[in-house]
Nanobody, 120 residues
Framework: QVQLVESGGGLVQAGGSLRLSCATS????????MGWYQQAPGKQREFIAS???????KYADSLKGRFTISRDNAKDTVYLQMNSLKPEDTAIYYC??????????????WGQGIQVTVSS
């Protein structure tokens, strides 16, 4: 059974940094894209960043420059380095992974989410 477990969240002051990790387990199937979303209180879940197996990255324009996504394919783990954090970054952060099924199909799995709170 595939599991994604986030870690590294918590409370930080504005201007600080956090590094989120998302470790996967339960499958040896190749993982294609991995990434992160955030869901602020009262808002919909929003895309933050993604990274392909080959390392190609995409970012939400509003977060580019402050957040950096990376991955370790050997560990099937994805990371999100968050710098210069602002109170508006307060949200639950979710990681996801797209597992290869066929050349035209992937199965998506999500973590349970981790809270990040930025105090002013």
């Amino acid at each position: 059974q595939v599991q994604l477990v986030e870690s590294g969240g918590g409370l930080v002051q504005a201007g600080g940094s956090l590094r989120l990790s998302c470790a996967t387990s339960g499958s040896t199937v190749r993982i294609n894209d991995m990434g992160w979303y955030q869901q602020a209180p009262g808002k919909q879940r929003e895309f933050i960043a993604s990274i392909s197996r080959g390392g190609t990255t995409k970012y939400a324009d509003s977060l580019k420059g402050r957040f950096t996504i990376s991955r370790d394919n050997a560990k099937d783990t994805v990371y999100l380095q968050m710098n210069s954090l602002k109170p508006e970054d307060t949200a639950i952060y979710y990681c996801y992974a797209k597992y290869y099924v066929t050349s035209y199909r992937e199965d998506d799995y999500w973590g349970q989410g981790i809270q990040v709170t930025v105090s002013s």
